[in-house]
C-alpha cells in the first residue's frame, strides 16, 4: 500500500483567509475546478503556494499554475474577471519551467488598479485535479486574517496514487471514454468535427453544422455542465476533467483534429469576451436581457429570507384585519406592520448596496441614492395622486413612489460606476474622498428622478390604459394578456400604472374586476416555486422555495420572484403562461374583487357585501385553484429539473463539493 502523502499550502498573500463557497465566481464558489480555497488580499505581493514548478503564466497575467512534485496542480487566480485588464495590473516575476519554493515571490498585483477597474481583488487558489489525487483538504479558521507564506491548508493524496506519474497516461481508454464517445457522436460525429481545443473548463469544437449536434442530449450526459455557442466553436463545459476527457475525446478521432496554437489561445480567452464580440445582435439582446435577471436575482438573494418571512407576516395580518380580529389602528398591528413592511419600503436602499457590489460601484453611495429616492418629502409629494409633477433647475420632473421598486435602483447600480470614473478623472485627488461620493450620488438621483420615473411611468400609463381597454373589450382576452406580463410589469416597475385604476375601482365603485386577475398572477408564481419545492432535491432549495410559496399565497410574490422563478428562466416563463390560463378564467367568470387584497390568504376579498359568499366567491375558488393546480402541474412536468442547478452555476447545485 503507499503511503499517503501531506502537501502543505501556504497563503499566497497577506489578507483574509475565505471559504471557496464565498468566492464572487461559480465556477471557483462550486468547486467545478477543484477544492482550495481564497483570500481576499490587503497587499498585492503575491508568493508561490507549494514549491513545484511552474507549469502555466497566462498571458493576462492573471493566473498562474504550479505543479507539486506530488502531482498536485496548483491554479493561482488573481480576482475577478481581470482577464479583461490585458495584464496591466500585474507584474510577473516567473516563467513556465521555473522552479519555485513555497513563499517565492512571483507576482506583483496592482490592488488599486484592479479596484479602480470596477473588479474585485479576491485570490482564488483551486487544486485542479482535486478528484484524482485528493482525499482531504484541512484549512485553517476562514475568515481570519493570514499572513502570505504561512501555512493555511494541507492536503491528503489519496494512497495508491502514482504521484510521479499522477495519471499522466492519457484516461481516454478509462473513465472518459465513454463521455467522449458520446460528446463525438452528437456533436455530429468525426466528420462534422473541423478541429477540437480546450481552455480550463470545457471542450471548443469547430464544427461544420451546429445544428447536427445534439444539444439535449450532450447537456444531459454525466459528466457535462451545459453547452454553450460563442465565437464560433460548440463549447461543452466540463469544468475541472477538461484535459482528462478532451485527451479521450482525441484518443477517439485522432490527433489531426488538434491545434496546439489555437488551443493556446482558447486557454487565455472566456467565453464572455468571445460572445460579446461574435454575438448578433439577436443574441446579444437576449445574453443582456440574461445578464439583467442575473444582477436581480444575485442582488435579492441575500434578503430573499427576510422578504419571505415579511411577506408571510404581511398576509397573516391582512388575515386578522379582514376578519376583524385585529384593527388597522391599533398599537400592535402598527409594530407588526412595521416589522413586515419595512423590507419593501426600503428595498431601494437594500439592493443599492448589494447591486452596488455585484456590479462594481460604490456600495455605500448607491445605499444613500436609495434612500433618495424614498426620501420622505418626495414620498409624500408623489403619494398625493401617484404622481406628482414638479421641477428641478426649472426642469420639469415627475415624481414617482420609489417604495418597494427594483429597477430604478438597479439602473442606478449599474451607472455607479461608469460616474465615479468620469468623477475620478476630472476633480483632484485631495478633495475626492469629498467630492466625488455626493456628486456621484446627486447624478445617479437625477438620472432616475428627472429621466427613468418619468419614463417608467409614461409606458406603465400607456400599458394600463391599453389593459383597461382590453378589458372593456373582452374580459377573458384582458385576463389572458394581464395575466400572462403582470408579473414582467412588476420587474420594471410597469405595474404602477395598474395600481391606482384599482384603487380608484375600488374607492369609487366598491369593487374591481382587474384585482382579481392581479391576484391571479399571485398565486400562479406561487404554484410555480411549490411545484420547485416539491420535485428539487436540494434541501436550501427546498426551504427557500416553500417559503417563497407561502409568501406569494400571502400577496407578495418578490421571494419566489427573484429567489426562484426568474433565476431558474424556464420556470417564470412556464408560471407566467399558467397565470395567463388562469387570468383568462378569471375575466372569463367575471370574478370581482372588493377589497385591496388578494392571493389565496385574501379570500374575504372576494365574499360579495351584504350578499355573502355566493357566485362571485366560488368563481374565485375555481379561477384561483385552477389556476395554482395549472401552475404546479406544469411546472413540475415542463418547467423545473435539479439539472438546472447545475447548468446554471448556482450555488445551490448538488454538486457542490465541500472544501474543509
Known amino acids: 500500500m503507499s503511503k499517503q502523502t501531506l502537501i502543505s499550502l501556504v497563503a499566497p498573500a497577506n489578507g483574509k483567509l475565505l471559504a471557496l463557497s464565498k468566492v464572487n465566481d461559480p465556477v471557483f464558489s462550486q468547486g467545478l475546478m477543484g477544492q482550495g480555497f481564497a483570500i481576499e488580499p490587503t497587499s498585492g505581493n503575491i508568493v508561490a503556494p507549494a514549491d513545484g514548478i511552474v507549469t502555466l503564466v497566462s498571458e493576462t497575467k492573471h493566473a498562474l499554475g504550479i505543479k507539486t512534485k506530488d502531482g498536485a496542480d496548483i491554479l493561482i487566480h488573481l480576482g475577478i474577471d481581470t482577464v479583461e485588464l490585458n495584464g496591466k495590473p500585474f507584474e510577473v516575476a516567473v516563467k513556465p519551467g521555473d522552479a519555485v519554493q513555497a513563499g517565492d515571490p512571483v507576482i506583483k498585483m496592482n490592488l488599486q488598479m484592479v479596484r479602480d477597474a470596477g473588479k474585485e481583488t479576491t485570490i482564488i487558489l483551486a487544486l485542479t485535479n482535486s478528484n484524482d489525487i485528493l482525499q482531504e483538504l484541512l484549512t485553517t479558521n476562514f475568515d481570519k486574517d493570514v499572513v502570505a507564506g504561512t501555512v493555511v491548508a494541507v492536503a491528503t493524496v489519496k494512497a495508491g496514487i502514482d504521484n510521479k506519474k499522477n495519471s499522466t497516461v492519457k484516461k481516454g481508454n478509462g473513465k472518459y471514454a465513454d463521455l467522449a464517445a458520446d460528446i463525438v457522436e452528437n456533436v455530429g460525429g468525426t466528420g462534422n468535427i473541423n478541429s477540437v481545443i480546450h481552455c480550463i473548463t470545457r471542450l471548443r469544437f469547430y464544427l461544420k453544422d451546429d445544428a447536427k449536434a445534439n444539444d439535449d442530449k450532450i447537456e444531459n450526459m454525466k459528466g457535462v455542465i451545459t453547452v454553450a455557442k460563442a465565437g464560433g466553436q460548440y463549447q461543452v463545459i466540463i469544468g475541472q476533467a477538461v484535459t482528462d476527457v478532451y485527451d479521450a475525446v482525441i484518443n477517439q478521432i485522432g490527433t489531426e483534429y488538434t491545434d496546439a496554437e489555437a488551443t493556446a489561445e482558447a486557454v487565455e480567452e472566456t467565453t464572455k469576451a468571445a460572445s460579446k464580440e461574435n454575438l448578433g445582435l439577436g443574441s446579444k439582446i437576449k445574453q443582456g436581457a440574461s445578464n439583467f435577471i442575473g444582477v436581480l436575482t444575485a442582488s435579492m438573494i441575500s434578503i430573499i429570507g427576510i422578504l419571505a418571512g415579511s411577506g408571510i407576516l404581511k398576509g397573516i395580518l391582512a388575515a386578522l384585519t379582514g376578519f376583524k380580529i385585529l384593527s388597522v389602528t391599533s398599537g400592535t398591528y402598527v409594530i407588526l406592520n412595521a416589522v413586515g413592511d419595512a423590507t419593501f419600503y426600503f428595498l431601494p436602499i437594500v439592493l443599492g448596496f448589494t447591486a452596488a457590489k455585484k456590479l462594481g460601484s460604490d456600495p455605500i453611495v448607491l445605499a444613500i441614492v436609495g434612500g433618495i429616492l424614498i426620501y420622505p418629502q418626495i414620498v409624500t409629494l408623489a403619494s398625493k395622486a401617484g404622481t406628482a409633477s414638479t421641477n428641478f433647475l426649472g426642469i420639469p420632473t415627475t415624481l414617482v413612489l420609489y417604495t418597494s421598486s427594483v429597477f430604478p435602483i438597479i439602473v442606478a447600480a449599474w451607472l455607479g460606476k461608469y460616474v465615479e470614473q468620469f468623477l475620478k478623472k476630472i476633480i483632484p485627488t485631495y478633495i475626492r474622498s469629498v467630492f466625488v461620493p455626493i456628486l456621484e450620488a446627486l447624478i445617479l438621483s437625477l438620472i432616475i428622478i428627472i429621466g427613468v420615473g418619468p419614463i417608467i411611468t409614461v409606458l406603465s400609463k400607456g400599458l394600463s390604459n391599453g389593459l383597461v381597454a382590453i378589458y372593456n373589450f373582452s374580459p377573458t382576452l384582458c385576463g389572458f394578456v394581464i395575466g400572462g406580463v ?157 439539472k438546472m442547478l447545475i447548468k446554471k452555476n448556482d450555488p445551490m447545485d448538488l454538486n457542490k463539493v465541500n472544501v474543509a
Open 486 to 642: 403582470y408579473q414582467t410589469m412588476v420587474i420594471f416597475g410597469l405595474h404602477w400604472g395598474l395600481i391606482p385604476i384599482v384603487i380608484n375601482d375600488i374607492a369609487t365603485n366598491g369593487h374591481s374586476y382587474i384585482n382579481s386577475i392581479l391576484s391571479i398572477t399571485m398565486v400562479a408564481q406561487g404554484g410555480a416555486v411549490l411545484a420547485v419545492f416539491l420535485k428539487t432535491k436540494n434541501k436550501h432549495l427546498k426551504e427557500m422555495s416553500l417559503a417563497a410559496a407561502v409568501s406569494a399565497f400571502c400577496g407578495v410574490t418578490e421571494p419566489a420572484l427573484y429567489g426562484v422563478n426568474l433565476k431558474y428562466k424556464r420556470v417564470f416563463v412556464v408560471a407566467s403562461i399558467a397565470s395567463a390560463i388562469g387570468g383568462a378564467l378569471t375575466g372569463f367568470l367575471r370574478v370581482d374583487n372588493y377589497a385591496l387584497s388578494g392571493a389565496l390568504i385574501g379570500f374575504p376579498a372576494f365574499i360579495t357585501p351584504g350578499v355573502g359568499i355566493g357566485s362571485n366567491f366560488y368563481g374565485y375558488l375555481i379561477s384561483h385553484y385552477a389556476t395554482l393546480v395549472i401552475a404546479v402541474g406544469m411546472v413540475y412536468l415542463f418547467g423545473f429539473t435539479d
